[in-house]
Every structure is written in C-alpha cells, then in structure tokens.
C-alpha cells in the first residue's frame, strides 16, 4: 500500500539556519504530495503542494519539489524563525476517483531557539 | 482557519462507554474524512463520507462508524472504548487535491 517516510526527529536549529526534511514515498498511480504542519495544540494546516512530478509546491518560505525519478518530496526553508517550531508532516493521497485519503509520515517535530 | 469546526474540543470517557465526535464542514465540501492521530504519530484514515455513503475505511474496526448527513457535516461514533482509543481525532473536507483540517477532539479513555 502507499506509505511515507520522513526523517525522524527532533530537529533543533538556531534563528536564520537552513532546514532540510526528507521525505520519501511509495505509492501507486500518481500521487499528490503534500507537506502539513501542527503548531502546538492545534488541528494539520496544509503548508504546500505539488501534484504530478516537477512540481515545486512553496509557501511562507518553505519549498519542496516532487521528484518522481527518486520518489521523494523534501521540504527546505533557507531561513527559519523561532515561530517556525512545529512538526511537519509529509503526506501522500492516490489521486484517483473517490482515493483522496491521505497517507501520512510520521512526523518530524522542529524546533528553532533564537 | 479553514472553516471546519469540531466538537467537543476534549473529552474523557471510561472504557467500555461509547462516544460521539462531531464535525461541520467547509461550506460547499461534500467529502468529509475522519483521521485518528495517536501521541507522537502521523495521523491515521478512518473513513471517508462522500454524499452521506462510506466510500473508503482505514484498518479500523466495526466498532468506529460513522455518518455524513445533508448539509455534509459528520459523526464519529466508538463503541466500547479502549484505552488506546485514546487519541486526537481529526475531521478534515475536501475540496479539489486539498483536504481541510479541523482543530480536532482529544479523546482521553481511561
């Protein structure tokens, strides 16, 4: 079945460093990937997308392109800020009709001191 | 903020009792699934509820069910709660590629 794979935590960076997160999928079809992020306390909010290969899905500073040749979907910010400190989820759906279930990594908790 | 709300926002239940989640979704979504996120993990799909049909299930029990109603909100129901139902419960709609998260319900079964 499809499933991700994400680079275990935690991470502990200082204010303005380079985050790197590595994802890797394996899936059927042609899934769409995501990147979600879970501040403290709080409900998944969706950061970024990409849905067929070479896509780069970017928001907020954070980028990720869906790399179909390596089956992979890393997310990179150059600078991070102390607000940044969250866990980011890598998820994947089928894409197919009525297959929009999401398939999640088991998270990689961030966090950034000033 | 994406629009969809849950309730309650926590809970305590003893095990054996049987509980009810509830979700309203993002306005115009008429696909809702339900995500079960333990401490420490991913989240994991229960189900999914198309037009008030179960198009989808997880590996989850007969004991987790659900229903979708006209206006697209949602149920979930657990019969004889165990303690590893202890979880956070998400509700999340879609709309096009993107599903919408709500805030979620922590369940504490002790």
């Known amino acids: 079945g499809d499933s991700v794979t994400q680079m275990e935590g935690p991470v502990t960076l200082s204010e303005e460093a380079f985050l790197t997160i590595n994802c890797t999928y394996t899936?059927?079809?042609?899934?769409?990937l995501f990147w979600y992020v879970q501040y403290p306390g709080e409900g998944l909010q969706l950061l970024l997308k990409?849905?067929?290969?070479?896509d780069k899905g970017s928001n907020k500073g954070f980028e990720a392109t869906y790399r179909k040749e390596t089956t992979s979907f890393h997310l990179e910010k150059g600078s991070v800020q102390v607000s940044d400190s969250a866990v980011y989820f890598c998820?994947?759906?089928?894409?197919?009709?009525?297959?929009?279930?999401?398939?999640f990594g088991a998270g990689t908790t961030v966090t950034v001191r000033a | 903020e994406t629009g969809v709300t849950q309730s309650p926002t926590h809970l305590i239940k003893t095990r054996g009792q049987q509980v009810t989640l509830r979700c309203s979704s993002q306005?115009?979504?008429?696909?809702v699934s339900w995500y079960q996120q333990a401490l420490g993990q991913g989240p994991q799909f229960i189900f999914q509820?198309?037009?008030?049909?179960?198009?989808g299930r997880g590996n989850f029990p007969p004991r987790f069910s659900g229903l979708q109603f006209p206006n697209y909100s949602s149920e979930l129901n657990v019969n004889a709660l165990e303690l590893d139902d202890s979880a956070l419960y998400l509700c999340?709609?879609?709309?096009?590629?993107?599903?919408?998260f709500g805030p979620g319900t922590r369940l504490t079964v002790t």
């Open positions: 999340a709609s879609r709309g096009g590629y993107e599903q919408y």
């Open positions: 899936a059927t079809g042609y899934p769409s």
């Open positions: 990409a849905t067929k290969a070479d």
């Open positions: 998820a994947l759906s089928g894409g197919r009709s009525n297959d929009y279930k999401l398939s």
């Open positions: 306005s115009g979504h008429n696909t």
């Open positions: 509820y198309y037009r008030e049909e179960e198009n």
